[in-house]
């Protein structure tokens, strides 16, 4: 088939924050370099981050990045890589800075430096007490970051590819990664992009959920296709609901709710947080705030009709602090909510919101395979797409945006370093990947009898929902196992009416589902292998005993995941606990 | 569950099989859980695939869904069904004044042109310092009201000095992005950003007609950035 090449230095995929953290490494470098995205880069969905970045730059208060790395390493509960947690929390301030000199509309405190706030599981020195580390611009730091990066780009004369969706990495027979294959979805022509240098920040895929705060671009692009390539996805089994997602519409309320003083109460009016977490309350780190919210629905003591969610409060903050530091909140319970936060409390389920593993890589943003972490030639992937790995487990908040500012530019910078000193050449192109890539389009127009995408899509969202949620069950995993691989047949033979070559999103949607049902059976496959409780992942099989604080079980379990889509196998490499200067942050029971 | 049938006439045009436009009429069944304009929406793809529009986050903050309902600009997805009248039809048309490539979709090219005209982005030639640079919580409410803007479009489609001069006239949601960063205490061009839209055509076919401040999903108010830009310029002429 002929398709039309397109070189460059490096190519992009994907303008959220990673990947424009990424362009303006290689922008400023001077490489040409190609970012593609589905969407027009300020809609992509670090848009919608509310809260803050973490960095200790101790504007408020005494803070040190030693105590950020504890709490990070903590929060993971101990899945975390330390090399990369210590990596992270030492850049934190440069990349904050950096970001503030780009024009970044930080809040700011009297004396002009940037404002910070309290959030869940940030606390000083080694876990004594909420510690201020949150550095926002109201409750809209994820859109002020996203536009101050975009603008950034435009000064330094990125090229973008705009809705442009990627379809395919291209492998060599040796492994090495040469590009993608992507649509114009304005005219549906396919190009094949050869660069040099890789870099996926293609994001999450919470739309594996029923109910997630994502937006409905977050489908797993890069994720599906690393696994179609032969790349394994890294502990894929840990998702995070946020305790905060407006119940019913699932709409995110950011956790710096809880940092400004906000409580969370049952229906007795209770603040039941202080029987889970005695000592930090509601700023506890997200999974053991979600599942104590479940347990409270659970027990009956549920608000609503059906009791079936908990109520977040803020009735008691002064007003002229919800409207300076929370604005959008106030905005998004009225019109997703329909209350008025000033005056009444707003109804909250936890909801699908992160995930923790993706693309292994090592913290300079190289992907990496095996147990012994080798990169892939020309391969990188930073942000929610990949896994450093820096959260483990469980997320904190506000370590998102970090994670996408830090890896963003070490991938970036990698692959800098990678074009200048090691010769990367355009190697030639595989013309079998190619022509495979095609096909996969081109099957949707001339399959008969096709599966429905949105009934297909539902179906493993319904699956993903009940099987592998905030509690899991050995039963209902072996089970859902079964139904997510009965989903994934559907996928292979979806159908859709619409073949028009403009615009056609019914085959962007479709080309989307391709990529989420991997996402999926990799999550449902490392679930019900990993049989301890572990940060998100808690089983009800898994007990709390000296042994295994918590049901963890780290004399088996302290290892990442490795879902390979060949085979469906899974392997496990170890956890790095090797900082890269201070000692290692010991083993020990989690508790707040 | 009680459920509602909700109709509409949906501008359809898909240059591939279509010879020209037309509306079409469709209708849906609705239940309670079905809030917004974005969620019927959803429910009508599902049930014809060939509808196309853009979406994404589904609150308010990305800007995907901007179109023209029932003859005004908005968001579809903070667009409340109950804030429709039952029983008429709900008009969609894409957003006014710019091409369309498909149905509800349009080519936002000269749109983002003109945003990009303005140079949106800080500029200050001090080497950076160390830490962040400084501003007072004073400074920084000036940019309030300006920077929430997510360039979703709803403004300067509705502005009929763009749709006469879409080549030449900034548009509400590029001045107001201008004034952004004329605003902002770091940026050091303000000059050079005031002589750039010091022109018949760049600002002053602003007629402060006010359209954008009616449409803006944001509560932004453009004509308000713009009118402080035009007393910068009056001042410094003086």
Redesign the interface.
């Known amino acids: 088939m002929n398709v039309p090449i397109r070189k460059f230095d490096a190519v992009i995929v994907g303008a959220g924050g990673a990947g424009l953290r990424a362009a303006i490494q290689l922008s400023e470098a001077g490489y040409k370099t190609a970012v593609l995205t589905k969407?027009?880069p300020?809609?992509?969905?670090t848009?919608?981050a509310q809260g803050g970045v973490a960095a200790s730059?101790g504007n408020s208060e005494e803070d040190h990045w030693h105590w950020h790395m504890y709490d990070t390493v903590k929060g993971s509960d101990w899945l975390g890589d330390q090399d990369a947690i210590e990596f992270m929390c030492r850049k934190a301030n440069e990349v904050?800075?950096?970001l503030?000199?780009?024009?970044m509309?930080?809040?700011?405190?009297?004396?002009?430096?940037?404002y910070q706030r309290p959030f869940g599981g940030h606390m000083s020195n080694f876990g004594e007490k909420p510690v201020r580390r949150s550095c926002a611009?109201a409750d809209?730091t994820g859109?002020?970051m996203l536009?101050?990066m975009y603008?950034?780009n435009?000064?330094v004369n990125t090229q973008f590819f705009v809705e442009w969706q990627a379809l395919d990495l291209i492998r060599d027979a040796e492994g090495d990664v040469l590009g993608v294959t992507a649509m114009e979805m304005?005219t549906g022509e396919i190009v094949m992009f050869h660069a040099k240098a890789t870099i996926f920040a293609t994001g999450g895929a919470g739309r594996i959920y029923y109910s997630s705060t994502n937006?409905?671009?977050n489908t797993g692009d890069g994720l599906g296709m690393a696994a179609r390539a032969g790349i394994p996805l890294e502990d894929m089994e840990f998702w995070q609901f946020h305790p905060t997602g407006v119940a019913?519409?699932g709409?995110?309320i950011t956790e710096g709710v809880r940092g400004e003083g906000g409580i969370l109460r049952n229906s007795s009016g209770e603040r039941f947080m202080e029987r889970y977490a005695p000592n930090a309350k509601d700023l506890a780190s997200r999974d053991v705030v979600s599942r104590a919210m479940v347990t409270e629905i659970n027990e009956g003591r549920g608000c609503g009709p059906n009791k079936d969610y908990v109520l977040l409060d803020i009735t008691h903050l002064p007003p002229e602090t919800i409207m300076k530091r929370l604005p959008?909140i106030h905005?998004?319970a009225l019109?997703?909510a329909g209350v008025d936060a000033l005056k009444e409390p707003i109804p909250v389920v936890p909801t699908c919101h992160y995930q923790m593993g993706g693309i292994p890589t090592n913290y300079h943003g190289q992907v990496v395979l095996g147990a012994d972490s080798t990169p892939v030639p020309g391969f990188y992937a930073a942000g929610e797409c990949a896994c450093a790995s820096v959260h483990g487990a469980n997320r904190l908040g506000t370590n998102s945006l970090l994670d996408l500012l830090v890896f963003g530019k070490s991938a970036g910078e990698s692959a800098v370093n990678d074009l200048r000193d090691s010769g990367r050449h355009h190697k030639p192109l595989p013309q079998a990947e190619i022509d495979n890539s095609v096909a996969r389009v081109e099957r949707l127009n001339s399959q008969k009898d096709g599966a429905d995408?949105?009934?297909t899509r539902l179906a493993m969202q319904r699956v993903m929902q009940k099987h592998a949620g905030v509690f899991r069950f050995n039963d209902l995993l072996k089970e859902g196992v079964q139904k997510i691989f009965a989903v994934a047949d559907d996928v292979a033979r979806t159908g859709?009416?619409?073949k028009?070559?403009?615009?056609?999103?019914?085959r962007i949607?479709a080309l989307e589902l391709d990529n989420l049902v991997e996402v999926a059976k990799s999550t449902m496959v490392s679930a019900e292998a990993r049989k301890e409780s572990r940060g998100a992942h808690v089983r009800d099989d898994a007990h709390d005993t000296a042994e295994t604080p918590n049901g963890r079980d780290d004399k088996n379990w302290l290892k990442h995941s490795l879902w390979h889509r060949d085979g469906n196998r899974l392997d496990y490499k170890p956890v790095h606990m090797k900082p890269l200067s201070v000692e290692s942050i010991e083993l020990k029971k989690r508790a707040y | 569950m009680t459920t509602r049938t909700v109709n509409f006439k949906i501008y359809r045009y898909d240059p591939d099989q279509d010879a020209k436009p037309y509306l079409q009429d469709i209708s849906v069944e609705c239940d309670p859980t079905d809030k917004k304009l974005l969620d019927v929406l959803v429910k009508l793809k599902a049930k014809d695939d060939s509808l196309s529009f853009r979406r994404s986050c589904r609150e308010g903050v990305c800007g995907s869904d901007a179109m023209n309902i029932n003859g005004k600009n908005g968001l579809a997805c903070l667009t409340d069904l109950s804030s429709f009248v039952e029983g008429k039809p709900i008009v969609l048309r894409p957003l006014p004044g710019l091409p369309v490539i498909r149905d509800l979709i349009v080519d936002m090219t000269q749109f983002f042109k003109q945003y990009h005209s303005i140079k949106p982005y800080l500029i200050n030639n001090d080497p950076p310092p160390e830490r962040e640079r400084l501003q007072s919580p004073e400074d920084r409410e000036e940019l309030n009201g300006l920077y929430e803007c997510i360039l979703c479009a709803c403004c300067t489609t509705a502005c009929p000095s763009f749709w006469w001069n879409p080549d030449k006239f900034v548009g509400p949601a590029g001045l107001l992005n201008a004034y952004r960063f004329i605003a902002d205490t770091r940026d050091q061009a303000t000059s050079e950003r005031l002589d750039d839209l010091e022109d018949p055509y760049r600002l002053f076919r602003c007629h402060t007609i006010m359209n954008c401040v009616d449409v803006c999903p944001k509560n932004l108010n453009p004509t308000k950035a713009i009118g402080k830009i035009k007393d910068m310029m009056v001042k410094r002429a003086v």
């Open positions: 969407v027009f300020t809609r992509s969905h848009v919608a730059l904050v800075v950096e503030e000199h780009y024009g509309p930080f809040d700011r405190l009297d004396n002009g430096k940037i611009a809209r859109h002020a536009h101050a603008q950034r435009v000064k304005e937006a409905f671009i019913g519409a709409v995110l959008g905005e998004i019109q997703f995408v949105h009934e859709i009416k619409d028009s070559k403009v615009f056609n999103t019914a949607e």
